[in-house]
C-alpha cells in the first residue's frame, strides 16, 4: 500500500516535468465539452495505455519497445487527424466522400458542438497514453526497477497504474480549471472558433515535438523545472528505491534483546554454488549465519564486501557461516564466469550462491544491494541492515548471536578492516552527485543537445557546459535499456559532478576485445587524482565487464567536469557512481 501511495503521488509530480508539456494540449482539446463524457474517457484510456506499455517494457524484453515505436508512430498519424480537423474543419471537403464522412465525425468530436462521444475521447486517450513519455524521475525508477527484478505481475501494473493515474489526477485538475477559463473567453470574446484553432495547432506542434524527440530532449535541457528532488524526498520518507541502500530498519544497542524477524528462508534456486555445494537452510541450524545479498558491480556492495570477509575469517571457527547471494543488476551479471572470476580477484572464499532467477532475493522479500540479513542458530532471523555503514552494530550482533549459540570466548573486540580502492569507504560529506543510469530505463539528466532516441544508432553532441550532475554524449552512440554503446569510435561521455571518487560500469565490445580510453579532469589529465584502473596521465582500457575507479582525489569539495574519450568502438557504458 505504501508503495501505491509513493507511485501514485510520483504521477501526480508528473505535470511539473517538462516532457510533459506535448501532452497538454491533447488533454485541453477537450476542455470545452462535458468532464464526465469527454475528458474523464480520455484520462483513463491515456492512464490504462501508459500502465500496460510500461508494465510489457518492463518485464517483455526488446521486441515491446520496438512495437511500442510502430504504435507510437499510428497514434502520432491519428493525432495529427484530430488537429487538423481542429484547425481546418472544411478541409475533410476536398477529400473523397468516405474520407469527408470521417473528417467531419472527427471535426465533431474533437471540438464541435455536438454532444460528445465517450468511446472517442477513449480513443484518443490511448493514442495518448502510447505518446505519453515522462521524464523517469527517482519514483518511477523505482516501479521500473521493481518490476524488472520481480517480473510480471499483478503488483507491477498496480504500481504503474497508481503512477498513471497520479498523473491523470493532476491532468484532470488542468482541465477543469481548463474548461472554465475557455468557457469564460467564449462569453466575453466570442471566440470559440479561434480557440479551437489554436487548440488544433497547438496539437500538431505537440506532435511533431514528440515526433522529433524534443519531448525527452530539448524540453528537458531548456526547462528549469524538475521533480527529482521532490520526489527523491517522498522516497526517503515512505521508502526506499529496490537496488539502493538506505538505513537500517532495525537499531538495537549492544545488550538489547534482538526481536525475531521470522524465520530463515530456503536456499532453493541458485543456478550455481561457488566454494561450496548446495546449502539449505535446515543444514545451517545450530550456525549462526549471515546472508549478505550482493552483486560483484555495486560500489555500495563493494564497499561493504571487506567488512563481510573480515566476520567470515574472525568468526567462522567460532560458528558462523556467511552466504554471499549474487542477485545481477546489469545482464553481464548474470554470466557465471564473469562472477566466479570477480569473486576470485576479491578475495571471496565464503559460499557463494548465484541467483540469476532471484529466487532467494524474492523468498527473502529483500530489494536493496547489499543487504544482510542475521540468523541465530535456531533459524530465525534476528537482525538486518540494509546499505552500507553501521559496521560495528552488525558485528556486535554477531557476537550476541553467537554467545546465545553457546560459543565461548568470543571475541568482544572489532574486526580491523583497511580497504583500498574501490573499496575504501566514501567521502559522505562531500558527495553531491547521485547515482547515474546510462540506459533508458532508469536514464536522468542526459543533456546532450540531439534528442534522446532508443535503440538506435545516433551522432549526439554535447552542449559547451554541463549543469551539475548532467551527463551527456558525444559521437555515435547507441542507447538501450540498461547502458549506453558506442557504435563507431572515436567517442566521448561527460559529467559533471561533485564527490571525492569517480567509478564508471563498463564493458569491452561484445567480442572481448579492449577498448583504449584516456580520462580528464576539467580538460586536464587527472594526474595524482587518477583512479586505481587509470594512469596519471589519464589513458586505460576496458578489459572485462565491472566497476572501473577512473577518479580518486585528495577531496571532493568542488564541482568538476570529468569526460572520458573513448578511442576504439564498442564499449558499453551502464552507470556511474560516486565515493
Known amino acids: 500500500m505504501l508503495l501505491l501511495l509513493l507511485a501514485y503521488l510520483g504521477g501526480v509530480l508528473t505535470i511539473l516535468s517538462p516532457c510533459i508539456l506535448p501532452?497538454?494540449?491533447?488533454?485541453?482539446?477537450?476542455?470545452?465539452?462535458?468532464?464526465?463524457?469527454?475528458?474523464?474517457?480520455?484520462?483513463?484510456?491515456?492512464?490504462?495505455?501508459?500502465?500496460?506499455?510500461?508494465?510489457?517494457?518492463?518485464?517483455?524484453?526488446?521486441?515491446?519497445?520496438?512495437?511500442?515505436?510502430?504504435?507510437?508512430?499510428?497514434?502520432?498519424?491519428?493525432?495529427?487527424l484530430f488537429g487538423l480537423s481542429l484547425l481546418f474543419p472544411r478541409l475533410a471537403e476536398r477529400l473523397t466522400h468516405p474520407l469527408v464522412h470521417a473528417g467531419n465525425r472527427l471535426s465533431v468530436a474533437a471540438g464541435g458542438d455536438a454532444q460528445p462521444r465517450p468511446l472517442t475521447s477513449f480513443l484518443l486517450g490511448i493514442a495518448t497514453g502510447l505518446l505519453w513519455a515522462p521524464c523517469a524521475g527517482p519514483i518511477l525508477g523505482l516501479v521500473l526497477t521493481g518490476a524488472a527484478l520481480q517480473g510480471a505481475s499483478l503488483s507491477t501494473t498496480l504500481l504503474l497504474l497508481a503512477y498513471a493515474l497520479g498523473a491523470a489526477t493532476s491532468l484532470a485538475c488542468a482541465l477543469l480549471l481548463g474548461g472554465k477559463v475557455f468557457a469564460a473567453m467564449k462569453r466575453s470574446l466570442g471566440a470559440g472558433e479561434w480557440i479551437r484553432r489554436g487548440l488544433g495547432a497547438a496539437m500538431l506542434v505537440g506532435a511533431v515535438a514528440i515526433g522529433f524527440g524534443w519531448d525527452t530532449g530539448v524540453l528537458t535541457q531548456l526547462s528549469t523545472a524538475s521533480t527529482s528532488g521532490i520526489e527523491q524526498t517522498l522516497i526517503n520518507r515512505l521508502g526506499a528505491a529496490p537496488g539502493s541502500p538506505a538505513t537500517p530498519r532495525t537499531t538495537v544497542s549492544a545488550d538489547a534483546a534482538l526481536p525475531v524477524e521470522g524465520a530463515m528462508p530456503p536456499l532453493d534456486?541458485?543456478?550455481?554454488?561457488?566454494?561450496?555445494?548446495?546449502?539449505?537452510?535446515?543444514?545451517?541450524?545450530?550456525?549462526?549465519?549471515?546472508?549478505?545479498?550482493?552483486?560483484?558491480?555495486?560500489?555500495?556492495?563493494?564497499?561493504?564486501?571487506?567488512?563481510?570477509?573480515?566476520?567470515?575469517?574472525?568468526?567462522?571457527?567460532?560458528?558462523?557461516?556467511?552466504?554471499?547471494?549474487?542477485?545481477?543488476?546489469?545482464?553481464?551479471?548474470?554470466?557465471?564466469?564473469?562472477?566466479?572470476?570477480?569473486?576470485k580477484q576479491l578475495g571471496v572464499t565464503y559460499p557463494v550462491?548465484?541467483?540469476?532467477?532471484?529466487?532467494?532475493?524474492?523468498?527473502?522479500?529483500?530489494?536493496?544491494?547489499?543487504?544482510?540479513?542475521?540468523?541465530?542458530?535456531?533459524?530465525?532471523?534476528r537482525y538486518h541492515h540494509f546499505g552500507e555503514g553501521e559496521y560495528e552494530q552488525s558485528e556486535r550482533v554477531i557476537q550476541q548471536l553467537l554467545r546465545e549459540a553457546g560459543a565461548v570466548n568470543v571475541d568482544g573486540g572489532l574486526a580491523h578492516v583497511t580497504a583500498q580502492g574501490v573499496q575504501a569507504s566514501a567521502d559522505s560529506a562531500d558527495i553531491r552527485s547521485p547515482e547515474t543510469y546510462l540506459g533508458y530505463d532508469r536514464a536522468e539528466n542526459f543533456a546532450s543537445r540531439d534528442h534522446f532516441v532508443a535503440d538506435t544508432p545516433v551522432?549526439?553532441?554535447?552542449?559547451?557546459?554541463?549543469?551539475?550532475?548532467?551527463?551527456?554524449?558525444?559521437?555515435?552512440?547507441?542507447?538501450?535499456?540498461?547502458?549506453?554503446?558506442?557504435?563507431?569510435?572515436?567517442?566521448?561521455?561527460?559529467?559533471?559532478?561533485h564527490a571525492r571518487d569517480v567509478h564508471l560500469v563498463l564493458g569491452p565490445t561484445a567480442d572481448g576485445k579492449p577498448v583504449r580510453f584516456k580520462v580528464t579532469v576539467d580538460g586536464k589529465p587527472p594526474g595524482e587524482a587518477h583512479g586505481m584502473d587509470v594512469a596519471a596521465d589519464g589513458t586505460g582500457a576496458v578489459s572485462e565487464q565491472r566497476l572501473y575507479q577512473l577518479v580518486r582525489q585528495p577531496d571532493g569539495s568542488a564541482d568538476h567536469t570529468f569526460a572520458i574519450e573513448f578511442l576504439d568502438p564498442g564499449v558499453s557504458a551502464y552507470a556511474f557512481t560516486f565515493g
Not at 518485464?59 to 510502430?70: E, L, S
Not at 555495486?298 to 560458528?319: E, F, M, S, T
Request: hydrophobic share 50%.
Open 23 to 80: 501532452v497538454l494540449p491533447f488533454v485541453f482539446s477537450r476542455a470545452g465539452l462535458s468532464f464526465t463524457r469527454s475528458g474523464l474517457p480520455l484520462l483513463a484510456g491515456m492512464a490504462v495505455m501508459f500502465a500496460v506499455v510500461a508494465s510489457l517494457a518492463a518485464v517483455g524484453g526488446g521486441w515491446v519497445v520496438a512495437a511500442n515505436q510502430y504504435g507510437r508512430w499510428a497514434a502520432l498519424g491519428l493525432v495529427v
Open 269 to 343: 534456486g541458485a543456478v550455481q554454488w561457488l566454494n561450496s555445494p548446495p546449502l539449505t537452510a535446515e543444514a545451517l541450524r545450530g550456525k549462526v549465519v549471515l546472508v549478505d545479498f550482493w552483486t560483484y558491480s555495486c560500489i555500495n556492495c563493494l564497499r561493504a564486501l571487506p567488512y563481510v570477509q573480515a566476520w567470515a575469517q574472525k568468526y567462522r571457527d567460532q560458528g558462523l557461516v556467511v552466504i554471499g547471494v549474487h542477485a545481477p543488476e546489469f545482464a553481464f551479471e548474470r554470466d557465471i564466469g564473469n562472477v566466479t572470476r570477480a569473486a
Open 353 to 381: 550462491a548465484i541467483d540469476n532467477d532471484y529466487a532467494i532475493w524474492k523468498a527473502f522479500g529483500n530489494q536493496y544491494w547489499p543487504a544482510h540479513y542475521f540468523i541465530d542458530a535456531q533459524g530465525r532471523i
Open 459 to 497: 551522432t549526439y553532441a554535447a552542449p559547451a557546459r554541463l549543469a551539475l550532475n548532467q551527463w551527456a554524449l558525444d559521437g555515435a552512440w547507441r542507447i538501450g535499456a540498461e547502458r549506453s554503446e558506442l557504435t563507431a569510435g572515436p567517442g566521448r561521455l561527460s559529467y559533471r559532478f
